[in-house]
């Protein structure tokens, strides 16, 4: 299975990632968040649905510069949202959570820490994450579980902006410590484009949409991870 994994798009689109789409098999495209720049929220639908005439599955969350009306675009466009969702496809399990941690700038889409951790944990919890790992007839190695974030964890390199500060979010983090997802998909620092691990979990930050930057996640049979930065410029 192939993933493309997309953030940051604030409003703008992006004609090389139309192009990919067309000339490469991609699955899936997960986008972690801040699809508008505050608005305008019509943006949204139109641009899911231009990207679902390409036959790939979407599934996206909403970021902290997306106003409160962009999850109901996104469910009404041809995308999934997955914020605040748990969602199989295949041998995923899929769980999302946007807006982010508390910034200097007051954005629509803040969460205190407290209520962040809370919210994700109950997302968490209504799948036992631990049981999607076992093996079945269906699924003999096993579930891969991703969680999508528009926050990254703190103190990882998806967080790490221009002055080497850490701003991401412990709730995330915490998060990520106590269920142990395979996968950790974020966004919100648009500089801190990376991939990390967080102790068995691999945490990226695909980049920024306006800079050309995403990530194709491939999945083999065996469920290994193979993710490469792509320029969809």
Same mark, same amino acid.
């Given at each position: ?12 689109? !992006? ?8 000339? !490469? ?14 608005? *305008?929220?019509d943006f949204v639908e139109y641009f899911m649905n231009k990207l679902s ?9 909403? &970021?902290?510069?997306? *106003? ?5 675009? /996104? ?6 949202? /997955?914020?605040?969702?748990?969602? %199989?496809?295949?041998?995923?399990? =899929? ?12 954005? *629509?889409? %803040? ?22 790992? %076992? ?6 190695? &096993?579930? /891969? ?6 926050? *990254? ?21 915490? =998060?990520?410590e106590e269920y142990k997802p395979r996968l950790n998909i974020c966004g ?14 691999i945490i990226i930050n695909p980049g920024m949409l306006e800079h050309g ?21």
């Open positions: 299975m192939n993933i493309l994994a997309i953030s940051d798009v604030h409003g703008n689109e !992006n004609n090389g990632l139309y192009s990919y789409l067309n000339n !490469n098999n991609v699955d899936l495209l997960i986008i972690s968040g801040d699809i508008t720049n505050f608005g *305008p929220v005439n390409h036959g790939t599955k979407i599934f996206a969350v909403p &970021g902290n510069c997306d *106003p409160d009306d962009v999850e109901g675009k /996104i469910i009404d466009s041809n995308a999934i949202c /997955i914020h605040d969702n748990v969602v %199989e496809y295949e041998n995923l399990v =899929i769980y999302g959570f946007g807006g982010s941690n508390p910034t200097p700038f007051d954005t *629509p889409g %803040e969460v205190d820490e407290e209520t962040l951790y809370k919210s994700i944990k109950k997302v968490l919890d209504s799948k036992d994450i631990n049981l999607v790992k %076992e093996s079945s007839d269906e699924f003999p190695n &096993g579930r /891969i579980s991703i969680l999508v974030t528009h926050a *990254p964890p703190k103190n990882t390199e998806a967080d790490k902006i221009v002055n080497g500060s850490h701003v991401g979010s412990e709730s995330v983090r915490k =998060i990520i919100h620092i648009h500089e801190a484009r990376s991939m990390d691990m967080l102790d068995d979990t930057h995403g990530c194709l996640i491939e999945i083999d049979e065996n469920n290994n991870i193979i993710a490469n930065f792509v320029n969809l410029d």
